[in-house]
T-cell receptor, first 113, second 118 residues
Framework: EAQVTQNPRYLITVTGKKLTVTCSQNMNHEYMSWYRQDPGLGLRQIYYSMNVEVTDKGDVPEGYKVSRKEKRNFPLILESPSPNQTSLYFC????????????FGNGTRLTVT | AQKITQTQPGMFVQEKEAVTLDCTYDTSDQSYGLFWYKQPSSGEMIFLIYQGSYDEQNATEGRYSLNFQKARKSANLVISASQLGDSAMYFCAMREGIGTSGTYKYIFGTGTRLKVLA
């Protein structure tokens, strides 16, 4: 089944403890990206990547890192999480065609205390 | 400046009626794409419909159609014959220009929560 898989689905952590949210897609998509969803703010793009070793900042990159060492994986790294990073996170991917829609993972709900 | 505006935080519609969800956008790019996504209470994001900036015809997908008015920079979603299962949050999104890496950014609106009444 074609899908974007995020793990974990739920994560509770403490301020300053490094964490990684994994994202993997099995559709051979070139483009992958991360978003956070907050009430009243919609989804905001954190980082995106057109292909292996090519990443760029979205609108809210502060406090996040990403890497794209393989085409299928695009992990989101929070080196020192803070409570304001408590949010619902989505990973998404799409083909190289610009009219291709984003395929989303099921989301990761992160709570930082 | 907000680039995607959804002015209706919440809407109600009677089952079997049609409903229009508003979306206006702001961009200086000539080439862009507009998308609508549905997010049911279970949380997943479901793609509904796409309109390219150069598409002359309004996009349609089953009961969904996109009323694209380029000069007014609006891309309203029309859902015909509403069903109870249409109750969800709906997001308008825009794929805009090329970033420094030659890739594209996506911008989402704040969403409209639609409730279909039996």
């Amino acid at each position: 089944e074609a899908q974007v898989t995020q793990n974990p689905r739920y994560l509770i952590t403490v301020t300053g403890k490094k964490l990684t949210v994994t994202c993997s897609q099995n559709m051979n998509h070139e483009y992958m990206s991360w978003y956070r969803q907050d009430p009243g703010l919609g989804l905001r793009q954190i980082y995106y990547s057109m292909n292996v070793e090519v990443t760029d900042k979205g609108d809210v990159p502060e406090g996040y890192k990403v890497s794209r060492k393989e085409k299928r994986n695009f992990p989101l790294i929070l080196e020192s999480p803070s409570p304001n990073q408590t949010s619902l996170y989505f990973c998404a991917s799409r083909t190289g065609r610009t009219n291709s829609p984003l395929h989303f993972g099921n989301g990761t709900r992160l709570t930082v205390t | 400046a907000q680039k995607i505006t959804q002015t209706q935080p919440g809407m109600f519609v009677q089952e079997k009626e049609a409903v229009t969800l508003d979306c206006t956008y702001d961009t200086s790019d000539q080439s862009y794409g507009l998308f609508w996504y549905k997010q049911p209470s279970s949380g997943e994001m479901i793609f509904l419909i796409y309109q390219g900036s150069y598409d002359e015809q309004n996009a349609t997908e089953g009961r969904y159609s996109l009323n694209f008015q380029k000069a007014r920079k609006s891309a309203n979603l029309v859902i015909s014959a509403s069903q109870l299962g249409d109750s969800a949050m709906y997001f308008c999104a825009m794929r805009e220009g090329i970033g420094t890496s030659g890739t594209y950014k996506y911008i989402f609106g704040t969403g409209t929560r639609l409730k279909v009444l039996a």
